[in-house]
């Protein structure tokens, strides 16, 4: 329940606050008093987008708080989800800046706009003329046969069952993408595999054969540098190994005189070892020297081999080679296991639809059985409204398509005179029909539902003398289950309120300024004498109000 409003700082208003009570409060005021701009307010709270053009004074930022009464209505879960503190008594606050920019608050808390419309659906239903429109909406109309037929669990079952029947598909859509893709690259792929493949890369062969072909190709310099080598190393007169074993026995015999002497004695020991080994290796090296053409040929036929995979595929190694083999080789399983992969995610899409199937024909079932009171309770409600002709034909129809609320068409007609033709309800219903059939409408939601507040404005447009007593009679019954508040030009209705609020505009330091108070008994009587009579109040019309009022 809206227990107060505070308004500081927006459209014409300064600064206003009003408590508002349980039961039925009433708004009244002159055309053009500000009664838009109270809705306008509370609309912002509640997570309507708004400008610096909402600053009455465009040097300091506008504030709207509401109170709301919360604890009967089942909110803990929404706030825990939100990451909200629950509080009884809600506080929500919206601040729009002289730059433009807007924050919201939940209890103190920050929240995107998002949050607050959220809160609003489950808070407050405000009725404008323009929602009237929504009657011929199908979804307004689901919403009213789902609140009837009880719905609320199985289309919040069925909705968590189409978002993971929509992933599924969205999965098997993107695999069978991949496979028509892969497709269309499969025989190209399949041929550089099998290229690379057969080439039997090993990763540090390339060096490997460089050298031998680099040996191979300078054979004969490498033969005669390895003979002048051992010559140089084993002739008799001027060779390394003879020199060296005439300075190991010079040192040798002067090795017992001193340490340092003994110390080099050894080293050319050393020496003398290591170039043994040296010359050894230096003769088999010479020995296998040889040139063969056919190994040169092979080598060559090998390199040219890994040289032309490497430049067809834009590397300048095998390693890099071997990754690309690997990568074109996950291609080609793709294609070869997709098959597979699909018919297993259309398995799990079929028995995903299958459960979801199973919930929307129930919601369907479900709907049906309810149509029939459905009716019978607007055309109840129309025939107290004035209307005792009025007819309902509604068909709701399961389809084959996934909608948001379940598989369901439905076809809502109306026809407002005895024998009149059915159709939909904007082409057939004149606009106070349209108010009552409205006024009808929330009353059954009223019935079906455990929103806190409703607050109509204007809904009995179009209509007059014993109707809007009527409609202010059902209005009266909807508030002992809910708070409702309704903006009224029609004195029979101003009359059924437990409390009642006028609109007015004052002139305060050359601006127009609006208010809003709460009347007294007295002052009520006076407002709606002046609702019966205008400006001019007459005698007769104080005892209109006063029998109105009793």
């Known amino acids: 329940m809206l227990t107060s409003i505070t308004i500081k700082n927006y459209a014409l208003i300064n600064e206003l606050h009003i408590d508002f009570s349980s039961g039925l409060s009433i708004i009244t005021g002159e055309t053009g008093a500000g009664k838009s701009i109270l809705l306008g307010a509370l609309g912002l709270v509640l997570g309507n987008r708004a400008d610096s ?39 929500i606050r919206r601040e729009i800046l002289p730059s433009g920019k807007s924050r919201a608050f939940v209890n103190d808390t920050p929240v995107i706009l998002s949050v607050l419309n959220a809160l609003r659906l489950k808070l407050i239903d405000i009725h404008s003329q323009h929602q009237t429109l929504q009657l011929s909406d199908q979804q307004f109309q689901f919403q009213l046969l789902d609140a009837i037929a ?105 090795a017992s005189y001193s340490k340092e002497y003994q110390e080099l004695s050894e080293r050319i020991s050393s020496v003398k070892i290591e170039l043994v080994d040296i010359i050894g290796e230096l003769e088999t090296a010479y020995e296998h020297v040889d040139f063969n053409p056919s190994e040169a040929e092979q080598l060559n036929d090998r390199l040219q081999l890994i040289y032309t995979l490497q430049k067809k595929h834009y590397v300048n190694s095998i390693r890099e080679l071997l990754l690309i083999q690997e990568e074109i080789s996950k291609k080609v399983g793709v294609v070869e296991n997709a098959e597979q992969q699909i018919q297993e995610q259309e398995q799990k899409l079929k028995e995903i639809a299958k459960k979801l199937d199973d919930i929307a024909i129930k919601i369907s079932e479900v709907r049906k059985n309810s149509i029939p009171s459905l009716s019978k309770k607007l055309e109840g409600i129309l025939d107290n409204l004035g209307m005792p002709q009025a007819r309902f034909s509604i068909n709701n ?110 002139d305060e330091n050359n601006s127009t300024t609006t208010h809003l108070k709460q009347l007294s008994p007295d002052e009520r009587i006076v407002e709606i004498a002046e609702m019966l009579s205008g400006k001019e109040i007459s005698d007769t019309a104080i005892t209109h109000a006063r029998e109105l009022l009793n």
């Open 53 to 91: 053009s909402t600053l009455k004074d465009t040097t300091r930022k506008c504030v709207v708080e509401a109170v709301i009464s919360i604890d009967k209505y089942k909110l803990q879960d929404f706030f825990d989800a939100e990451d909200i503190d629950y509080e009884s008594h809600t506080i």
């Open 397 to 506: 129809t399961l389809s084959d398509h996934y909608f948001n609320n379940g598989k369901d068409t439905l076809e809502f007609l109306f026809s407002a005179n005895k024998g009149g033709q059915l159709g939909e309800l904007k082409k057939v219903a004149s606009g106070g029909e349209l108010s009552r059939i409205m006024l009808a409408i929330k009353k059954v939601l009223s019935e079906n539902s455990q929103l806190p507040t409703i607050i109509f404005d204007e809904i009995d447009s179009g209509v007059s003398g014993e109707i809007s007593n009527k409609m202010a009679q059902i209005m009266y019954q909807m508030s002992q289950q809910m708070q409702v508040i309704t903006i009224t030009h029609l004195p029979q209705i101003a009359a059924k309120g437990n409390q009642h609020y006028k609109v007015y505009k004052e």
């Open 150 to 254: 009880n719905n609320e669990l199985r289309l919040a079952s069925y909705q968590r069952g189409l978002e993971h029947y929509n992933q599924a598909k969205k999965s098997l859509e993107e695999l069978q993408k991949a496979q028509r893709e892969a497709n269309q690259q499969y025989d190209y792929n399949v041929h550089l595999y099998n290229e690379l493949l057969e080439a039997n890369l090993v990763e540090d062969e390339q060096e490997v054969l460089e050298e031998k072909l680099e040996k191979i190709n300078n054979v004969e310099e490498i033969k005669l540098n390895l003979s002048e080598s051992l010559q140089i190393a084993t002739d008799e007169n001027i060779g390394i190994d003879n020199l060296l074993y005439s300075l190991e026995h010079k040192l040798t015999k002067i």
